[in-house]
Nanobody
Framework: VQLAESGGGLVQAGGSLRLSCAASGRTFSVNVMGWFRQAPGEERKFVAVTRWNDGTTIVANSVKGRFTISRDNTKNTVYLQMNSLRSEDTGVYYC?????????????????WGQGTQVTVST
């Protein structure tokens, strides 16, 4: 499975960005996809994940109410709409996927990763 992210960039605080992640290859083996982020000097952290078959989602408390994860099964694509961005949202955002159906948030449980896209929020 290959994952390709797009949509990162530089935005002012309070602005919005939409990230996309397109899956290709053996996509039939994927059941859960999501987003993680890593700020400089910090470990990679969960942002939001969703399950393909029923749309079950989990969103981190730090972004709840501001970020929305969605999916388009016909395009094998997951999105992250980010509104009301803050400086602490700055980091590299990674798309990830796993085969098992449990909707989990630990990065170590995800088998497939994209290359990451930089999001920088300026104040």
């Amino acid at each position: 499975v290959q994952l390709a992210e797009s949509g990162g960039g530089l935005v002012q605080a309070g602005g919005s960005l939409r990230l996309s992640c397109a899956a290709s290859g053996r996509t039939f083996s994927v059941n859960v996809m999501g987003w993680f982020r890593q700020a400089p000097g910090e470990e990679r952290k969960f942002v939001a994940v969703t399950r393909w078959n029923d749309g079950t989602t989990i969103v981190a408390n730090s972004v709840k109410g501001r970020f929305t994860i969605s999916r388009d099964n016909t395009k094998n694509t997951v999105y992250l709409q980010m509104n009301s961005l803050r400086s602490e949202d700055t980091g590299v955002y990674y798309c990830a996927a796993k085969g098992s159906i449990a909707v989990l948030t630990a990065p170590d449980l995800y088998h497939y990763w994209g290359q990451g896209t930089q999001v920088t929020v300026s104040t």
